[in-house]
């Protein structure tokens, strides 16, 4: 089975940055899209960032300019770096392949927060 480990959450202040890492298991992330999407208290989850196989990079207009998805192929991981960060980027946060999202892992919370 596809399992994913998202990691590097926390806590910061409103400008400040923070680099989530998606580690997965059970597939090749090469070989596919990944894209990260987020949850936020009392709202669906949404599409964040993708990358696609390719390297090409696609960002919803809330974040571009500010985020920036890679992938590590020898490590099988993908990354999420943010800066400038907002309070309205506090969620939840969630890696999968897309479109096909094979299943989900537990996520790892961003706070930003004075």
């Known amino acids: 089975q596809v399992q994913f480990v998202e990691s590097g959450g926390g806590l910061v202040q409103p400008g400040g940055s923070l680099r989530l890492s998606c580690a997965a298991s059970?597939?090749?992330?090469?070989?596919?899209?990944t894209a990260w999407y987020r949850q936020a208290p009392g709202k669906q989850r949404v599409l964040v960032a993708v990358?696609?196989?390719?390297?090409?990079?696609y960002y919803v207009d809330s974040v571009r300019g500010r985020f920036t998805i890679s992938r590590d192929n020898a490590k099988n991981t993908v990354y999420l770096q943010m800066n400038s960060l907002k309070p309205e980027d506090t969620a939840v946060y969630y890696c999968?392949?897309?479109?096909?999202?094979?299943?989900w892992g537990q996520g790892t919370q961003v706070t930003v927060s004075s």
């Open positions: 999968n392949l897309r479109p096909t999202r094979p299943g």
């Open positions: 059970g597939t090749i992330l090469n070989n596919y899209a």
């Open positions: 990358i696609s196989s390719e390297f090409s990079t």
